[in-house]
């Protein structure tokens, strides 16, 4: 058998082998998957080893950018199914504070700690699953701290004190942040840059809504039970374990680098030459490597304007999600005097805006495919903050509506109806910025992404903290001023980087690879 022919044939054995019966760049793996395929099939044809695996061309069905749509799907629905586990978690607890701070007789803002250390933890994850994922595949960097997330959400059901209950809750975090970082990654390893943009919203439709369902489901287990409180990990942890277990058997590994090495090993099994070889069995990642790539560069870019003003824009906004779910108790149950179920009802709203800035953002998503159409495929980053241009007055006007409509004399719809604006903007800006870092970094994009990550949750541990505090001292009206003025403040940043961002990006050691 030729050398090609026994390559094809090989794809075409492991593609079969590769079903959803079987078995993202982004990531901190945004890095753009198509890129990195290109780049790989180039060296391919370049190096003169021809015992290099690479894919074989664009109809290669191995190669998971070629996968039906169905494939992709499928996989994508299942990631987006593991960060949601995460994301729900997050906000499940905030409803039960109450319970926990009477049953171990602490503050309410102490017993919001549970909240801040699982979204600190969840900042963390990256730095240490991200090497993971790189090497052994996305389905291991994934998958298995999703399922050791579980395992410390019933260490949360079962503690006897609040100190295990806050340590197991950040350890909950930090694996859970494993999916809610990488498997983005996976977007970028299925899909193409003309597609990935709808995909990409798609998949966050599942992840913001887990924030805002959570406090109602919460609200409700509350209510049945004096250990409600308990009942909310454990519904965290039959999750995971139901989603991680299903995601094991059924969704197909989608890292190239990986793919090909399996690819390879097949080749020097069917055929005896022992010379094929893949790019990542050369790879030896070092502790050095870990340290300067994914500890030591992103806040080296953190401190470089483009990734500092995007990060703090994406976290505000992430912060303000957060700040969502504490406001909206307060305003329907301590001002309002609804009762706790009714009063979590209303952070559906929230989700209403994250669906309408989503259908901002796929329509944004589709213009900027013609635009990276007409300009042979290379990212134009600039055009990713179009949508951000409304988001970013949206956001504040929202806040407004939400804060000076909250006395009782104001009908319970103009809050909700401040609410959803509020969250059509976050949606569209915090979408903006993301796909902006992306596009601008390239090939550093994982760092830049694991910098957004990290100072997210930063400011969205702070936000619950103070949120709470600020709204009952300040009152609603003048809390979500607060806020508005700062959201106000940012306004410019998009404008700023659409009209400069190509001089900055000149100039930024990171992103010259784009110019």
Avoid at 101 to 120: C, H, R, T
Avoid at 291 to 297: D, E, F, G, M, W
Wanted: glycine share 8%; aromatic share 14%.
């Amino acid at each position: 058998m030729s050398t090609n022919a026994e390559k094809v044939q090989v794809s075409r054995e492991l593609a079969e082998s590769t079903c959803l019966g079987d078995n993202v760049p982004v990531t901190p793996e945004v890095v753009d998957a198509a890129s990195v395929y290109s780049s790989v099939k180039d060296k391919g044809a370049e190096d003169s080893d021809r015992y290099l695996v690479v894919f074989e061309g664009d109809d290669d069905p191995y190669c998971p950018l070629n996968w039906s749509f169905k494939k992709k799907s499928f996989t994508t629905m299942m990631y987006a199914s593991c960060t949601f586990g995460p994301q729900f978690a997050s906000s499940v607890y905030g409803p039960v504070v109450d319970d926990v701070a009477a049953l171990y007789n602490v503050s309410q803002e102490v017993a919001m700690l549970g909240v801040s250390l699982f979204v600190l933890g969840v900042g963390f994850g990256p730095m240490l699953f991200a090497p993971i994922s790189e090497v052994y595949g996305r389905k291991i960097g994934v998958i298995v701290p999703f399922f050791i997330s579980g395992l410390f959400a019933i260490g949360v059901a079962t503690a006897n004190n609040l100190q295990t209950v806050l340590i197991m809750r950040f350890f909950q975090g930090l694996f859970g942040g494993a999916p809610v970082s990488n498997s983005g990654g996976v977007l970028g390893d299925i899909w193409r840059p003309e597609a990935r943009g709808v995909a990409l919203v798609c998949y966050a439709f599942v992840v913001a809504g887990a924030t805002t369902v959570a406090p109602v489901i919460s609200a409700a287990l509350s209510v049945t039970s004096n250990n409600g409180w308990r009942w909310t990990s454990y519904l965290c942890a039959i999750y995971t374990f139901t989603i991680a277990i299903i995601s094991a058997i059924f969704v197909p590994e989608s890292y190239h680098p990986v793919l090909l090495s399996k690819k390879a090993k097949k080749l020097r099994t069917t055929t005896q030459n022992w010379a094929w070889h893949s790019q990542l069995d050369g790879w030896d990642l070092t502790f050095n490597d870990i340290v300067t790539k994914h500890l030591t560069r992103p806040f080296a870019m953190l401190m470089t304007p483009i990734v500092a003003a995007m990060c703090t824009y994406a976290a505000f906004c992430f912060g303000i999600l957060y700040l969502g779910v504490i406001a909206m108790p307060v305003e329907f149950r301590v001002v309002r005097q609804w009762k706790e179920v009714p009063s979590c009802l209303a952070t559906l709203s929230m989700f209403v805006g994250v669906v309408l800035g989503g259908g901002m953002n796929i329509y944004a998503a589709r213009r900027y495919a013609r635009i990276l159409r007409a300009n042979h495929g290379k990212p134009v980053p600039e055009e990713r903050l179009v949508a951000t241009f409304f988001g970013c007055f949206l956001m504040p006007i929202g806040l407004f509506i939400f804060g000076w409509t909250s006395p009782p004399n104001f009908p319970w719809i103009a809050p909700i109806l401040g609410t959803t604006v509020m969250m059509t903007g976050f949606f569209t800006i915090f979408q903006g910025c993301l796909n902006y870092l992306v596009d601008t970094f390239l090939r550093f994009s994982a760092s830049a992404i694991a910098a957004t990550t990290f100072t997210r949750s930063c400011l969205g541990a702070a936000f619950p903290l103070f949120g709470n505090i600020m709204f009952r001292n300040l009152g609603v009206q003048w809390g979500a001023s607060l806020v508005g003025f700062f959201a106000v403040a940012m306004i410019p940043i998009p404008f700023v980087f659409y009209r400069f961002g190509p001089e900055i990006r000149k100039h930024n050691p990171y992103s010259s690879q784009v110019m």
